[in-house]
């Protein structure tokens, strides 16, 4: 049996015939490592620039210096908005051919998943999500978890976190979150106050704030720490019927391991890249990471008898009653070649989806759907289905033409080049044919903007914070104290309020920990006392 990987997607010559061939052609006085231009021009000196005498001036026509510094200066894209911080690897993925002890095809037609042992190449991308590019792999951020599937019948890309919920459940409130969660527009400086001020009239991001100021929310590494696609997403079959589910990588041999606070900070003393480093050795030396990707199934129906909305994704779906069933498991083996063309230029959507694979009508989903690839058609540009690591495995063949940086035209043999627009009755493409019966959920409803009507904003948060072990607690409770000691009363109200609903222990313990911080006095926080002992333990020295 040929796997995706083994077959090389035979059908996809196409998109490899039209990346760029180098000709190996060289001048009589070149060797194979001789440098050149991007015109192939052998450098011979790429020391000095050309000057009138050796002190200068420079002249204009120094092309190889233009070509140089004008690449230089345009060499990087716009940052990502969110997710800007991030480490990818490649390996694949390895279907199980069932979902739990069931035969896969009774709930999705994707042929990914139907055949046991077959292999789909895969790229993933890790990251954090407010902090840029520079920053820190130690602070506190939920974790970007993108899984891009180069299947036979195109991409597949799987966008989520390591946590499995979210703070909000309506897309509308989304870049005024990041907006909030980000360093003050004024000052630049990072800081608590802006996201518990957005939070504290936000009471749905409770769980959530729960889970990220706990020791969950500094994962130790890339590699330990678990996946999910968030949202609710269907399962559609073969008669057309579907499934809600949700998505959720779970560390196989590696296991889950997460940092407090003290421990985050003597590592970010020392390493600020020791999630990338990690990563990049475990797979150099051989140590390959593994997740097995488990999906929940429920029927695709409002589900009355739950206290909670199955399609909010500040909600858990509770294991007893939907439990984990294994789909597959993904194998991390090869490193990047150059982190700029494959990581940084990887392109995700939660848009990208494959036969047999459908969206929910889960709010935030479809807000996702819209955002996630206009960004990248804005940040690395039209045709950024063309670059490598973003190209389907597999033959394209569309009408879309031009646009910059386009460097093939994807059309299908015996495509008439002249015919790029669909329907024609000479050589142009022809729909496909349709193999299976469409998914047609029916809708009946006003119109309306209403947010969901089974909210349950505190119940879960409450369960979260039981299960936690002693030292998990003992960690959220001083996270907590420590962010919320800088801001305003009323907002350590509202959040008080929050958390007592959530657990009666919750909240009394937190507004005791902000009691006593302020009964010693001790409201300005650590990163002020950081400020003044930069001035107070700094060293005088002369001018030179």
């Known amino acids: 049996m040929k796997s995706v990987s083994d077959q090389e997607f035979e059908a996809g010559k196409q998109v490899e015939d039209g990346r760029r061939s180098y000709d190996q052609n060289r001048g009589e006085t070149e060797r194979e490592d001789t440098l050149t231009n991007r015109q192939g021009h052998p450098i011979s000196d790429n020391q000095n620039v050309r000057t009138v005498g050796n002190r200068g001036p420079m ?66 991308r890790f990251s954090t999500v407010i902090h840029g590019a520079g920053s820190p792999e130690t602070l506190r951020d939920p974790r970007g978890f993108a899984v891009k599937f180069y299947t036979e019948e195109g991409n597949w890309d799987l966008v989520g976190n390591n946590l499995k919920i979210f703070f909000i459940r309506d897309p ?27 939070v504290s009239r936000s009471p749905e991001a409770t769980h959530m704030i729960t889970f990220v100021y706990s020791p969950w929310g500094i994962p130790a590494n890339y590699r330990q720490m678990q996946g999910s696609g968030v949202n609710t997403y269907k399962w559609v079959n073969a008669e057309g019927q579907a499934v809600l589910v949700k998505y959720h990588w779970e560390p196989l041999k590696q296991g889950i391991k997460n940092l407090t606070q003290e421990e985050a900070n003597k590592i970010q003393a020392v390493n600020d890249s020791h999630a990338t480093q990690d990563l990049y050795e475990a797979i150099e030396r051989g140590d390959y990471p593994e997740w097995e990707l488990c999906v929940q199934i429920m029927s695709d129906d409002e589900h009355p008898e739950l206290e909670f909305d199955p399609l909010d994704p500040t909600k858990l779906w509770p294991q007893d009653q939907f439990p984990f069933l294994k789909v597959g498991k993904m194998v991390l083996n090869r490193n990047p070649e150059n982190y700029y063309n494959e990581v940084e230029q990887a392109a995700f959507g939660t848009g990208v989806l494959v036969d047999g694979l459908d969206f929910s009508d889960d709010k935030l989903l479809q807000g996702r759907t819209f955002s996630y690839s206009d960004t990248q058609r804005y940040r690395v540009g039209t045709n950024y289905l063309q670059l ?34 669909e329907p024609s009755m000479t050589d142009g493409l022809k729909e496909a044919s349709q193999t299976a019966k469409p998914h047609q959920p029916h809708y009946d409803a006003s119109l309306v903007r209403e947010k969901l009507d089974r909210t349950l904003d505190f119940k879960q948060a409450g369960d979260t914070y039981r299960a936690f072990e002693d030292w998990e607690r003992d960690d959220l409770i001083n996270n907590l104290v420590n962010a919320l000691i800088q801001c305003d009363v009323r907002i350590q109200d509202k959040m008080v309020e929050y958390f007592t609903n959530a657990d009666e222990d919750y909240g009394r313990r937190v507004r005791e920990g902000l009691d006593a911080k302020k009964k010693a006095g001790a409201e300005e926080s650590a990163r002020d006392q950081a400020v003044e002992d930069a001035e107070r333990m700094g060293h005088e020295a002369d001018p030179y």
């Not at 360093?183 to 990072?190: G, H, K, T």
């Open 388 to 421: 490598p690591i973003n190209a389907p495995k597999k033959r394209v063949a569309t009408n879309q033409r031009g646009g910059q940086m386009s460097y093939f035209v994807d059309k299908a043999p015996g495509q008439s080049p002249h015919v790029d627009y």
């Open 59 to 124: 002249t204009l026509e120094n092309y190889h210096f233009l070509e140089k510094i004008t690449h230089f200066d345009r060499e990087k894209i716009p940052e990502r908005v969110v997710h800007a911080r991030g480490a990818g690897a490649h390996g694949y993925f390895e279907a199980y051919g069932k979902v739990g002890d069931e035969p896969v095809s009774k709930y999705t037609r994707a042929k990914l998943f139907q055949v046991e042992g077959k292999r789909t190449p895969v790229f993933v």
């Open 172 to 198: 509308l409130k989304f870049p005024d979150m990041v907006h909030a969660f980000r360093p003050d527009p004024v000052s630049n400086v990072p800081g608590p106050v802006g996201m518990f001020d957005f």
